[in-house]
């Protein structure tokens, strides 16, 4: 155990550096004045309650909220059998596959998002909101086939081979023995995806639209235009959620072994 | 036909070179016979084979009259307990157990008291709620019996259950093993490296090297009559001795190691075929015997050798020395304390009748 | 493998097979074609000796690599001693801490960024504090410059090292220091020599991800540099979005892809332990 005072000191900078910044955005979020200043003056919840009030973030909100949603889903129906396969079986292009599943996460995802915005939609007459589902499924597949891939490798093989012998038959035995004991996994895989589909601004910075938009792109614009801190008080709400989560997921999965 | 017959099986896991080749054997029902064997010798293969897992490539498998070659695992109704237990980590003991009976549909009713009973010959009773996180390796394994008997196989297959156990509960869990296997008269195949389960436990034990099988018998005559070489290194012939035949006639044979005279009846040992049948005048043999059959003594005598002794060491129910003659070095087990000193001059006794000749290589 | 399992691994790898291919490759293929075909011309390196040539675009992609290497560099050199640390301490306070330490990259980087927006903006944290110690009398322009963004980067990054380093140092048994430190070694040479070169494939693997990562950054460019202080990133967003320069844009996009793999595989050849 490390007690020593310069390692202490250099937690104490580093932590301090990332997440100063958070604190700070809390604490201007409460400023009265309509311009962002720091230290804020005078007390108000006001910038709160326009965050509710503001059309275009509730929507932004919904979208991104069912994209998640959709594309985490989609990601775990394609990366779960991929990574059983992957996992229980051997075969010569496996680890071809493997580089496969984990590309989208190599390819910047500006690329990705411009290629998707290029090819589906100024070509192909695409509509914009299936594009954004597409690359947002894309760019959570590494996610989803790496961390069910890894709760994988951690059970025992000899497990589904004893259901079979019992007499379930191969596909009721996934069902039964393996899915239940990969739950941690899965849970941790879908928690990651959301968030990072969530949070994603490539992919949603190109697939934009009349009336589709992302929470973050919509941020973005808004804070083209505008320099209240409405801005501060959602990016706070946001903050505080995700840091709920975070809490709640590493207490229950250890979630931050699967980053 | 006997109970399970496995007849000219080739099979293999990848491409190249099959592990069984051309492979056949027999096991007469409520017998509990042992494959016995180092790693790779193909034993698990076997038993793999017969639960399903690995289809042959040739040969065909018949369980109790009908052909299951074919037969897809799940509706084989072969009980089968891993060496890793494979114990599903989600379900209780109770819910372990019953696993099997659900999937045959088995009515509630029923499954309870079959589940209880089945832990109750386990002496696992008691603990139906517990999780086997929460099980002693001891428990894990009755659990994993209970959960293969419960269903009650045609046949059941152990893939060296107790290598995971420590020695004392080895001993008792072998015990245990045997006294259920003849309460319920089931047929068993088990696997293992340990010849001294495979002794213990066997009506019958099927020696495999290499895909093949190098001998079936008895666990007395695998251990008395070895048939090969093979099978008698892996049984504890750890001496060997080089020798040439100097006369051979119908009744008695007599070899020579290194001047030294060694005379032995050649009258079939009992029950075994022509032991000594390949030996020819001039020929080369080794001489294979084990540290304990054979005696140190401070005079010279009938068939001994003349040899000095190295070192002893004190195993507490015996001594082992370790003696050499000429270039040739020997342990011999003493069960009569220390009677010999380092360097001291002595006589290794030999009894043919528990040696074993094997031609020179 | 037996054909009964070859159809099973196919069927289960099929789905995420089709999605990678139609909704990676196939668009990706088609920004590659675009970048090497001109209406018209047909196949040729045109835009790219065009676009390649300008020097507002070497500015921009030197900078580009610049602001990678500092960030990595940085991230390097900070993260050693605390990822140790971190490595180092009980279970209880190290999952605490790693919860925190991935925070930042689970937080919406637009929230992130903003931040900094309040801490160097002309009535941010930095100015106000410099000028009500009297320090100052006009307000220092820290946003839009080649600082701010860098240090919104690393708030970024310096997680992702983190997050490697540590799990490198987990691996490192700590009875390989004591048993350093038993044959002499005292806490800095153990250090240097047992624990720096042992987790070394980490500090690869992290530098890998934190520079490919600092150079295809979007986010952090876009509201900290703004239009003053372009990136490979926000020149690509420019180029698409507003000037709907196609060809242009195309070749940013593949020059960013092509700089990433080269850098993967480098990494792959060079030390082929990491995955």
Same mark, same amino acid.
């Not at chain 1, 311009?35 to 929507?59: C, E, H």
């Not at chain 1, 589909?197 to 235009?225: C, D, K, R």
């Not at chain 2, 139906?128 to 994993?144: D, N």
């Given at each position: 155990?490390?007690?020593?005072?310069?390692?202490?000191?250099?937690?104490?900078?580093?932590?301090?550096?990332?997440?100063?910044?958070?604190?700070?955005?809390?604490?201007?979020?409460?400023?009265?004045?309509?311009?962002?200043?720091?230290?804020?003056?005078?007390?108000?919840?006001?910038?709160?309650?326009?965050?509710?009030?503001?059309?275009?973030?509730?929507?932004?909100?919904?979208?991104?909220?069912?994209?998640?949603?959709?594309?985490?889903?989609?990601?775990?129906?394609?990366?779960?059998?991929?990574?059983?396969?992957?996992?229980?079986?051997?075969?010569?292009?496996?680890?071809?596959?493997?580089?496969?599943?984990?590309?989208?996460?190599?390819?910047?995802?500006?690329?990705?998002?411009?290629?998707?915005?290029?090819?589906?939609?100024?070509?192909?007459?695409?509509?914009?909101?299936?594009?954004?589902?597409?690359?947002?499924?894309?760019?959570?597949?590494?996610?989803?086939?790496?961390?069910?891939?890894?709760?994988?490798?951690?059970?025992?093989?000899?497990?589904?081979?004893?259901?079979?012998?019992?007499?379930?038959?191969?596909?009721?035995?996934?069902?039964?023995?393996?899915?239940?004991?990969?739950?941690?996994?899965?849970?941790?895989?879908?928690?990651?995806?959301?968030?990072?589909?969530?949070?994603?601004?490539?992919?949603?910075?190109?697939?934009?639209?009349?009336?589709?938009?992302?929470?973050?792109?919509?941020?973005?614009?808004?804070?083209?235009?505008?320099?209240?801190?409405?801005?501060?008080?959602?990016?706070?709400?946001?903050?505080?959620?995700?840091?709920?989560?975070?809490?709640?997921?590493?207490?229950?999965?250890?979630?931050?072994?699967?980053? | 036909?006997?109970?399970?017959?496995?007849?000219?099986?080739?099979?293999?896991?990848?491409?190249?070179?099959?592990?069984?080749?051309?492979?056949?054997?027999?096991?007469?029902?409520?017998?509990?016979?042992?494959?016995?064997?180092?790693?790779?010798?193909?034993?698990?293969?076997?038993?793999?084979?017969?639960?399903?897992?690995?289809?042959?490539?040739?040969?065909?498998?018949?369980?109790?009259?009908?052909?299951?070659?074919?037969?897809?695992?799940?509706?084989?109704?072969?009980?089968?307990?891993?060496?890793?237990?494979?114990?599903?980590?989600?379900?209780?003991?109770?819910?372990?157990?019953?696993?099997?009976?659900?999937?045959?549909?088995?009515?509630?009713?029923?499954?309870?008291?079959?589940?209880?009973?089945?832990?109750?010959?386990?002496?696992?009773?008691?603990?139906?709620?517990?999780?086997?996180?929460?099980?002693?390796?001891?428990?894990?394994?009755?659990?994993?019996?209970?959960?293969?008997?419960?269903?009650?196989?045609?046949?059941?297959?152990?893939?060296?259950?107790?290598?995971?156990?420590?020695?004392?509960?080895?001993?008792?869990?072998?015990?245990?093993?045997?006294?259920?296997?003849?309460?319920?008269?089931?047929?068993?195949?088990?696997?293992?490296?340990?010849?001294?389960?495979?002794?213990?436990?066997?009506?019958?034990?099927?020696?495999?090297?290499?895909?093949?099988?190098?001998?079936?018998?008895?666990?007395?005559?695998?251990?008395?009559?070895?048939?090969?070489?093979?099978?008698?290194?892996?049984?504890?012939?750890?001496?060997?001795?080089?020798?040439?035949?100097?006369?051979?006639?119908?009744?008695?044979?007599? @070899?020579? +190691? /290194?001047?030294?005279?060694? $005379? =032995?009846?050649? *009258? &079939? !040992?009992?029950?075994?075929?022509?032991?000594?049948?390949?030996?020819?005048?001039?020929?080369?043999?080794?001489?294979?015997?084990?540290?304990?059959?054979?005696?140190?003594?401070?005079?010279?005598?009938?068939?001994? @050798?003349? +040899? /000095?002794?190295?070192?002893? $060491? =004190?195993?507490? *129910? &015996? !001594?082992?020395?370790?003696?050499?003659?000429?270039?040739?070095?020997?342990?011999?087990?003493?069960?009569?304390?220390?009677?010999?000193?380092?360097?001291?001059?002595?006589?290794?006794?030999?009894?043919?009748?528990?040696?074993?000749?094997?031609?020179?290589? | 493998?037996?054909?009964?399992?070859?159809?099973?691994?196919?069927?289960?790898?099929?789905?995420?097979?089709?999605?990678?291919?139609?909704?990676?490759?196939?668009?990706?293929?088609?920004?590659?074609?675009?970048?090497?075909?001109?209406?018209?011309?047909?196949?040729?390196?045109?835009?790219?000796?065009?676009?390649?040539?300008?020097?507002?675009?070497?500015?921009?992609?030197?900078?580009?690599?610049?602001?990678?290497?500092?960030?990595?560099?940085?991230?390097?050199?900070?993260?050693?001693?605390?990822?140790?640390?971190?490595?180092?301490?009980?279970?209880?306070?190290?999952?605490?801490?790693?919860?925190?330490?991935?925070?930042?990259?689970?937080?919406?980087?637009?929230?992130?960024?903003?931040?900094?927006?309040?801490?160097?903006?002309?009535?941010?944290?930095?100015?106000?504090?410099?000028?009500?110690?009297?320090?100052?009398?006009?307000?220092?322009?820290?946003?839009?410059?080649?600082?701010?963004?860098?240090?919104?980067?690393?708030?970024?990054?310096?997680?992702?090292?983190?997050?490697?380093?540590?799990?490198?140092?987990?691996?490192?048994?700590?009875?390989?220091?004591?048993?350093?430190?038993?044959?002499?070694?005292?806490?800095?040479?153990?250090?240097?020599?047992?624990?720096?070169?042992?987790?070394?494939?980490?500090?690869?693997?992290?530098?890998?991800?934190?520079?490919?990562?600092?150079?295809?950054?979007?986010?952090?460019?876009?509201?900290?540099?703004?239009?003053?202080?372009?990136?490979?990133?926000?020149?690509?967003?420019?180029?698409?979005?507003?000037?709907?320069?196609?060809?242009?844009?195309?070749?940013?996009?593949?020059?960013?892809?092509?700089?990433?793999?080269?850098?993967?595989?480098?990494?792959?050849?060079?030390?082929?332990?990491?995955?």
């Amino acid at each position: 155990m490390k007690t020593s005072r310069f390692y202490l000191a250099v937690l104490g900078v580093l932590y301090l550096f990332l997440l100063g910044p958070f604190l700070l955005i809390f604490i201007a979020s409460f400023g009265s004045e309509p311009i962002m200043t720091f230290p804020p003056k005078g007390f108000s919840l006001r910038w709160f309650a326009k965050v509710f009030t503001v059309r275009m973030f509730l929507d932004a909100f919904i979208t991104s909220l069912w994209i998640g949603l959709a594309s985490t889903l989609s990601a775990l129906v394609l990366g779960i059998p991929a990574a059983y396969a992957l996992v229980r079986y051997s075969f010569p292009s496996r680890s071809l596959l493997e580089v496969l599943f984990a590309s989208p996460a190599v390819i910047p995802g500006l690329v990705l998002g411009f290629s998707l915005l290029r090819f589906f939609v100024l070509i192909g007459n695409f509509p914009i909101v299936l594009g954004l589902y597409v690359g947002h499924t894309v760019i959570l597949l590494p996610y989803t086939v790496r961390v069910v891939s890894a709760s994988l490798r951690n059970l025992d093989p000899s497990i589904e081979e004893a259901a079979v012998s019992l007499g379930a038959p191969p596909v009721r035995s996934f069902f039964l023995v393996v899915l239940p004991n990969i739950r941690a996994g899965v849970m941790a895989a879908f928690i990651l995806a959301f968030i990072t589909s969530f949070n994603n601004v490539p992919i949603s910075l190109f697939l934009t639209g009349p009336g589709i938009a992302a929470l973050p792109i919509q941020m973005l614009i808004y804070m083209e235009y505008y320099f209240d801190p409405t801005i501060a008080a959602l990016s706070s709400l946001l903050i505080v959620i995700t840091v709920l989560i975070v809490q709640g997921a590493e207490r229950g999965l250890g979630i931050s072994q699967y980053v | 036909m006997a109970f399970l017959e496995l007849k000219q099986i080739t099979a293999g896991y990848s491409k190249h070179e099959p592990i069984l080749r051309d492979f056949s054997l027999s096991v007469e029902r409520g017998k509990l016979v042992s494959l016995l064997g180092p790693s790779g010798c193909g034993k698990t293969t076997t038993l793999r084979l017969i639960a399903g897992f690995l289809t042959p490539r040739e040969g065909r498998i018949f369980l109790n009259g009908k052909d299951i070659t074919q037969a897809p695992p799940h509706t084989r109704n072969i009980g089968l307990v891993f060496q890793s237990y494979a114990l599903f980590p989600h379900l209780t003991v109770f819910d372990n157990v019953a696993f099997g009976l659900r999937m045959r549909k088995v009515p509630k009713d029923e499954l309870v008291e079959r589940v209880s009973k089945a832990l109750s010959i386990t002496d696992l009773s008691g603990l139906e709620h517990r999780f086997p996180s929460q099980l002693s390796g001891g428990q894990r394994q009755r659990v994993a019996l209970s959960r293969a008997l419960v269903i009650e196989p045609s046949l059941l297959l152990l893939d060296e259950p107790l290598s995971n156990l420590d020695a004392k509960l080895r001993v008792g869990m072998r015990a245990e093993l045997s006294r259920i296997q003849k309460t319920l008269e089931i047929t068993m195949i088990y696997v293992t490296h340990d010849q001294v389960e495979a002794l213990s436990l066997s009506d019958e034990v099927v020696v495999m090297q290499g895909g093949r099988i190098e001998q079936i018998g008895s666990p007395h005559q695998i251990y008395r009559y070895p048939a090969t070489p093979f099978v008698a290194r892996f049984l504890g012939f750890d001496n060997r001795l080089q020798g040439t035949v100097t006369a051979v006639n119908p009744d008695y044979g007599v @070899l020579s +190691v /290194r001047g030294q005279q060694f $005379t =032995f009846s050649m *009258k &079939a !040992v009992p029950n075994e075929p022509e032991h000594f049948s390949f030996l020819q005048e001039g020929e080369d043999v080794e001489i294979l015997f084990r540290p304990e059959d054979a005696r140190i003594e401070e005079s010279s005598g009938p068939n001994s @050798l003349e +040899v /000095r002794v190295l070192f002893g $060491t =004190f195993l507490g *129910k &015996a !001594v082992q020395y370790l003696v050499r003659f000429q270039d040739q070095e020997m342990t011999v087990l003493c069960s009569e304390g220390y009677r010999f000193q380092e360097g001291q001059r002595a006589f290794l006794r030999l009894d043919p009748n528990t040696w074993f000749l094997v031609r020179k290589e | 493998m037996p054909p009964a399992a070859v159809k099973t691994t196919l069927l289960l790898l099929l789905p995420a097979l089709l999605a990678v291919g139609a909704f990676l490759l196939l668009p990706l293929g088609f920004i590659l074609f675009e970048s090497v075909y001109l209406e018209g011309r047909g196949f040729t390196l045109y835009m790219y000796l065009s676009y390649l040539s300008d020097p507002k675009f070497h500015t921009i992609f030197l900078r580009t690599l610049k602001f990678g290497l500092i960030v990595t560099g940085v991230s390097a050199i900070l993260c050693y001693p605390a990822s140790y640390a971190i490595s180092r301490t009980d279970q209880h306070r190290k999952s605490l801490l790693m919860s925190i330490v991935i925070l930042p990259l689970m937080t919406s980087p637009v929230a992130r960024t903003y931040a900094w927006m309040v801490i160097l903006g002309r009535f941010g944290l930095i100015n106000q504090t410099l000028k009500s110690a009297g320090l100052i009398a006009e307000p220092l322009r820290l946003l839009y410059t080649e600082g701010a963004v860098i240090v919104g980067l690393l708030q970024l990054f310096l997680p992702l090292m983190v997050l490697n380093l540590v799990s490198a140092m987990e691996n490192i048994s700590p009875e390989l220091e004591e048993a350093a430190q038993s044959l002499g070694a005292n806490r800095w040479v153990t250090f240097f020599r047992v624990v720096i070169p042992l987790s070394a494939d980490g500090l690869v693997m992290g530098s890998v991800l934190v520079f490919t990562g600092s150079i295809t950054a979007y986010v952090t460019p876009a509201i900290l540099g703004g239009t003053k202080i372009l990136t490979l990133a926000t020149l690509l967003q420019q180029e698409a979005v507003v000037f709907m320069n196609w060809g242009g844009a195309t070749v940013i996009a593949v020059v960013m892809t092509v700089l990433t793999i080269l850098l993967y595989l480098g990494v792959r050849t060079l030390r082929p332990r990491i995955a």
